[in-house]
């Protein structure tokens, strides 16, 4: 039994020397390359495949990109808000579809909306919750962008932390290729272009 204790402590003592060997120097720091890496994870998006195409437009202003034309006519506020205080927001979009095959988007795969301090805030299911029962021309995701048509309705929604009046709105044009992120429309909106 005094020798399977022994080679028990032996091997950890192995594996400890290892694992203190991989380190960058010699006071047993670990690398940072992982650190570092983060850090360049937005950067390297677009090498990725992802946004290499950023398109930039007004509110209420068109963008063509993919057979597909972009039009962000209002974000709403619906004057619900969470336990903490942040408003339900909406997006009023016109999709229109320019090819002949009909296909699906989902708020959670086609947008997104970007803080001063680029945090993301994605798609939230409390707001499509409210947005069903309560407001009027509300579509559930995904919803159907028609061939050869247009989409227009009300989608979400996300929850705007109560500080924020200042964002982008992002949507990926993928049609019906929903890992295919290389354009992105980017909208800015400001506390004038939120009706309530």
């Given at each position: 039994m005094k020798k399977h204790k022994?080679?028990?402590?032996?091997?950890?003592?192995?594996?400890?020397?290892?694992?203190t060997g991989c380190s960058d120097n010699k006071n047993g720091s670990v690398s940072n390359s992982s650190a570092e890496s983060s850090m360049n994870f937005a950067e390297n998006l677009k090498s990725d495949g992802i946004a290499d195409n950023e398109i930039?437009?007004?509110?209420?202003?068109?963008?063509?990109?993919?057979?597909?034309?972009?039009k962000l006519n209002r974000i709403i506020d619906s004057g619900t808000k969470s336990d903490s205080g942040d408003p339900y927001i909406y997006l009023d979009v016109t999709i229109s579809n320019s090819t002949d095959k009909e296909y699906d988007l989902s708020v959670l795969n086609n947008f997104y909306l970007l803080m001063p301090?680029?945090?993301?805030?994605?798609f939230d299911v409390r707001t499509q919750l409210y947005g069903t029962?309560?407001?009027q021309n509300y579509s559930a995701s995904p919803f159907t962008i028609p061939a050869n048509d247009e989409f227009s309705g009300i989608?979400?929604?996300?929850?705007l932390p109560q500080n924020v009046q200042d964002f982008t709105v992002c949507f990926f044009p993928t049609?019906?290729?929903?890992?295919?992120?290389?354009n992105v429309v980017k909208v800015n909106v400001t506390a004038t272009d939120i009706v309530k």
């Open positions: 022994f080679i028990s402590f032996a091997l950890l003592a192995v594996i400890s020397l290892s694992v930039s437009v007004a509110i209420n202003e068109e963008a063509d990109v993919n057979q597909t034309v972009f301090d680029s945090q993301e805030i994605h029962k309560n407001i989608i979400g929604g996300f929850i049609q019906d290729n929903t890992s295919d992120k290389t």
